[in-house]
């Protein structure tokens, strides 16, 4: 069955430092993948998305992801994480290529970044 | 701003009563997705509609239903509720395969 696994529930860095959120996914055919954050109290908001052209993405407020397949990953990363990025992160998969474009999310992962 | 606009922001009802909830898509935008996050069980599919078609069913209670209109907004009947139907209910639009989504209705059942 397909499936997008975040591997982490949690994750706390310090202001400053790099931010890795993983993702993973199963997909017997060309995926689109896509990152949404959502802050407390909001909505969801796309952060990025994979759509088959170029490996890595770049996204709003710093965030990139790169998707690997080899790895089957699309790992979020920011090199320097500012206090304003504490939220919650969704990984979502869309593993069919074709009309049945059903969407697979992820549990989530929360970020907290500490002074 | 994401362009969906959801109503009412905020509701509050007692078990066994039936709300609707409104979501007007960004425009151009012919599909639209209800989804429920609650603290216990994330957030979750409930269903799609394109151009008024069902399109795809995800954990709908059978004592929930949607429709889209003509004009492609959408509405999401809840009946019977109860106390577990609780939760902020998002609705998102999609031009294709990215999401939009409105800033949620939190549904309180006392």
């Known amino acids: 069955a397909q499936s997008v696994t975040q591997l982490d529930s949690h994750v706390s860095v310090s202001e400053g430092t790099p931010v890795l959120l993983r993702c993973n996914y199963s997909?017997?055919?060309?995926?689109?993948l896509f990152w949404y954050v959502q802050h407390p109290n909001k909505g969801l908001q796309l952060l990025l998305k994979y759509t088959s052209a170029a490996t890595l993405v770049k996204g709003i407020n710093g965030f990139e992801a790169e998707f690997k397949k080899s790895e089957t990953s699309f790992h979020l990363t920011k090199p320097s994480a500012h206090m304003s990025d504490a939220a919650e992160y969704f990984c979502?998969?869309?593993?069919?290529?074709?009309?049945?474009?059903?969407?697979?999310w992820g549990l989530g992962t929360s970020l907290a970044v500490n002074p | 701003d994401s362009g969906v606009t959801q109503t009412p922001k905020h509701l509050i009802t007692a078990t066994g009563q039936r709300v609707t909830l409104r979501c007007s898509p960004r425009s151009g935008d012919l599909s639209v997705y209800w989804y429920q996050q609650s603290l216990d069980q994330g957030l979750q599919f409930l269903i799609q509609?394109?151009?008024?078609?069902?399109?795809a069913k995800g954990n709908i209670l059978e004592r929930f239903s949607a429709q889209q209109f003509p004009d492609l907004h959408s509405e999401l009947n809840l009946s019977s509720l109860e106390l577990g139907d609780s939760a902020l209910y998002f609705c998102a639009s999609s031009p294709m395969d990215e999401q939009y989504f409105g800033p949620g209705t939190r549904l309180t059942v006392t």
């Open positions: 509609y394109y151009n008024g078609e069902e399109r």
């Open positions: 979502v998969v869309i593993p069919d290529a074709g009309n049945n474009r059903k969407l697979i």
């Open positions: 997909s017997s055919y060309s995926p689109s």
